[in-house]
Nanobody
Framework: QVQLVESGGGLVQAGGSLRLSCAASGSIFSINAVGWYRQAPGKQRDLVAIISSGSSTSYADSVKGRFTISRDNAKNTVYLQMNILKPEDTAAYYC?????????WGQGTQVTVSS
């Protein structure tokens, strides 16, 4: 089992920045990839960014150039630095991990961007 705990969400004005953190615990060895998804009210949960065990990254087109995903293996933590935030970035953000073919999710953290 893998446990994921997010932090760092909040309310920010458009153009501002936030950094989300996701701390992993439990059976963290053999985690293939970790990342962030987001879900706005009434919409599906979509991939925002993901980083593999080899540190390759992938981003949704809507956040490229604004968001950066990174990982600190010593702290078992993944970060999502979000810059130039827009009202359309408002959503619940979920940490995600893939380990041995099984998906794991955090409880989510709310990000609200005011115009």
């Amino acid at each position: 089992q893998v446990q994921l705990v997010e932090s760092g969400g909040g309310l920010v004005q458009a153009g501002g920045s936030l950094r989300l953190s996701c701390a992993a615990s439990g059976s963290i060895f053999s985690i293939n990839a970790v990342g962030w998804y987001r879900q706005a009210p009434g919409k599906q949960r979509d991939l925002v960014a993901i980083i593999s065990s080899g540190s390759s990254t992938s981003y949704a087109d809507s956040v490229k150039g604004r968001f950066t995903i990174s990982r600190d293996n010593a702290k078992n933590t993944v970060y999502l630095q979000m810059n130039i935030l827009k009202p359309e970035d408002t959503a619940a953000y979920y940490c995600y991990a893939l380990r041995l073919g099984k998906n794991y999710w955090g409880q989510g953290t709310q990000v609200t961007v005011s115009s």
